[in-house]
T-cell receptor, first 113, second 116 residues
Framework: DAGVIQSPRHEVTEMGQEVTLRCKPISGHDYLFWYRQTMMRGLELLIYFNNNVPIDDSGMPEDRFSAKMPNASFSTLKIQPSEPRDSAVYFC???????????FGDGTRLSIL | AQTVTQSQPEMSVQEAETVTLSCTYDTSESDYYLFWYKQPPSRQMILVIRQEAYKQQNATENRFSVNFQKAAKSFSLKISDSQLGDAAMYFCAYRSRTSGTYKYIFGTGTRLKVLA
């Protein structure tokens, strides 16, 4: 299995621009999670989906952040407009059943200038 | 609300020696999972070991084992025969089994250095 695939691996853009992060979960996994990791706040759960439906988005920091999962094999996390404080590593993770552990992608390092 | 605390920002261990990373948590729930994840410089988060709270037996995975003290809400990770490849950030995490949420709560991590 290829594991959770995230793209891009690195993104550098100017503030105000729209940023789209992509994730392909492990095939057959019903749960998908988006995390943000910063030095100050550690690893924070932003949102998670079950069977493509958003279940808990209480971790999404602002309306500038949005996430979609149009099908079982693809999800996006979008920031519009981006700000320098959004700079972080964003992880996507997926899990099979509710009792199975999460498998993480390699993360996207986002830098907003 | 549940919390996870890792009080050791950084630890060092000599190659081939044993090291223990500490983790404490706070919860009012009785059924939950605890995890240790490893994050090497490559950035990927790798599951090291998992413990189910209802199991009294401590989980073991090769050189990795945990000391799960449910009453004390403590979940430490022991790495035996440390290897250079063990150098990484280690995160302790909690997940409820009863609250209906699938949220993981992570500690702030412990950076482990392995000295040759």
């Amino acid at each position: 299995d290829a594991g959770v695939i995230q793209s891009p691996r690195h993104e550098v853009t100017e503030m105000g621009q729209e940023v789209t992060l992509r994730c392909k979960p492990i095939s057959g996994h019903d749960y998908l999670f988006w995390y943000r990791q910063t030095m100050m706040r550690g690893l924070e759960l932003l949102i998670y989906f079950n069977n493509n439906v958003p279940i808990d988005d209480s971790g999404m920091p602002e309306d500038r952040f949005s996430a979609k999962m149009p099908n079982a094999s693809f999800s996006t996390l979008k920031i519009q407009p981006s700000e320098p404080r959004d700079s972080a590593v964003y992880f996507c993770a997926s899990s099979g059943t509710i009792n199975q552990p999460q498998h993480f992608g390699d993360g996207t390092r986002l830098s907003i200038l | 609300a549940q919390t996870v605390t890792q009080s050791q920002p950084e630890m060092s261990v000599q190659e081939a020696e044993t090291v223990t990373l500490s983790c404490t948590y706070d919860t009012s729930e009785s059924d939950y999972y605890l995890f240790w994840y490893k994050q090497p410089p490559s950035r990927q988060m790798i599951l090291v070991i998992r413990q189910e709270a209802y199991k009294q037996q401590n989980a073991t995975e090769n050189r990795f084992s945990v000391n799960f003290q449910k009453a004390a809400k403590s979940f430490s990770l022991k790495i035996s025969d440390s290897q250079l490849g063990d150098a990484a950030m280690y995160f302790c995490a909690y997940r409820s089994r009863t609250s209906g949420t699938y949220k993981y709560i992570f500690g702030t991590g412990t950076r482990l250095k392995v000295l040759a």
